[in-house]
């Protein structure tokens, strides 16, 4: 016979329906799965820069504090501020401090190759730096800071190590 009968008929949009429910509950889990790693990204990354954000910077400290207690490496940790930036909003406007914040996040992150780069405040960054200590950073952050000088404005930095000093007595 040509076609298929009524049981036959039944079977395929049974089938159909199961396929069409499974392919929607797919795309349903995808979609939630694709929100759940847009909300952990906004949990651990600061909306300007897309750098790591203060809570991600703080666990990071916390393991690299621990590694360098076990291994017996320094670590150093950097804090950068952009000096008079409530001025630099005031008279530019909030969206060329914006624009100086992205800039700068930029050229630190270039620099930052093995380290961590966060955007821990208005116009303040720290960098993680694990095996480096506190000479070795300074020099660090005075290099990424160098280089073109057109815009007006200056950038403070600090620099707090953990020294490897703490030695396994023999």
């Known amino acids: 016979p040509e076609g298929f009968n009524d049981e036959e008929l039944k079977l395929i949009n049974e089938l159909a329906d199961d396929l069409a429910y499974g392919i929607a509950n ?64 005031e008279i530019l406007g909030h969206q060329a401090g914006d624009q100086l914040v992205q800039q700068l996040a ?18 303040a960054f720290a960098l993680l730096a694990p095996n480096v200590g506190a000479d070795d950073a300074a020099t660090k952050a005075q290099r990424s800071l160098r280089g073109r000088r057109e815009a007006s404005f200056h950038v403070c930095f600090g620099v707090s190590s953990r020294p490897a000093a703490l030695r396994r007595s023999s």
């Open 106 to 123: 930029g050229r630190l992150a270039g620099a930052a190759k093995h380290e961590l780069l966060a955007h821990v405040g208005e116009a």
């Open 26 to 89: 797919l795309r349903m889990r995808i979609e939630h799965r694709k929100a759940q790693e847009a909300i952990a990204h906004l949990a651990y990354h600061d909306p300007l820069t897309d750098l790591p954000n203060r809570t991600h910077l703080h666990e990071r400290l916390e393991e690299a504090i621990e590694l360098a207690k076990r291994q017996h490496h320094p670590v150093a940790l950097l804090y950068l501020q952009v000096g008079q930036f409530r001025e630099i909003n």
